[in-house]
């Protein structure tokens, strides 16, 4: 599956921001959906992720109470809604799929991603 991240942007600490990956294919509702990050000089981290239709979700703890993930099926697009964002948020956040039959924090359980999109937080 193809996968096209957008929405990211300069946003002061405190703003928000809605993050979206537009999948092409049939079979979107038959993957995982995660949402990762990396920031300049540190690995790539997990934030969350959500399965096909049942709609378990998983989310990083530095991200708890704060970012919402959800799927359209309908439109092929998984959002990230991203609320009380802090300077440390500030990363190329990564959209990315999986065929496994469980929701996965490791980058590794993905097949496919996006190109990521930007997301600086200020101060």
């Known amino acids: 599956v193809q996968l096209q991240a957008s929405g990211g942007g300069l946003v002061q600490a405190g703003g928000s921001l809605r993050l979206s990956c537009a999948a092409s294919g049939r079979t979107f509702r038959s993957y995982v959906m995660g949402w990762f990050r990396q920031a300049p000089g540190k690995e790539r981290e997990f934030v969350a992720a959500i ?50 039959m469980v929701v996965l924090a490791t980058p590794t359980g993905y097949d496919d991603w996006g190109q990521g999109t930007q997301v600086t937080v200020s101060s």
């Open 51 to 100: 399965s096909g239709s049942v709609g378990n979700i998983l989310y990083a703890d530095s991200v708890k109470g704060r970012f919402t993930i959800s799927r359209d099926n309908a439109k092929n697009t998984v959002y990230l809604q991203m609320n009380s964002l802090k300077p440390e948020d500030t990363a190329v956040y990564y959209c990315a799929a999986s065929k496994a």
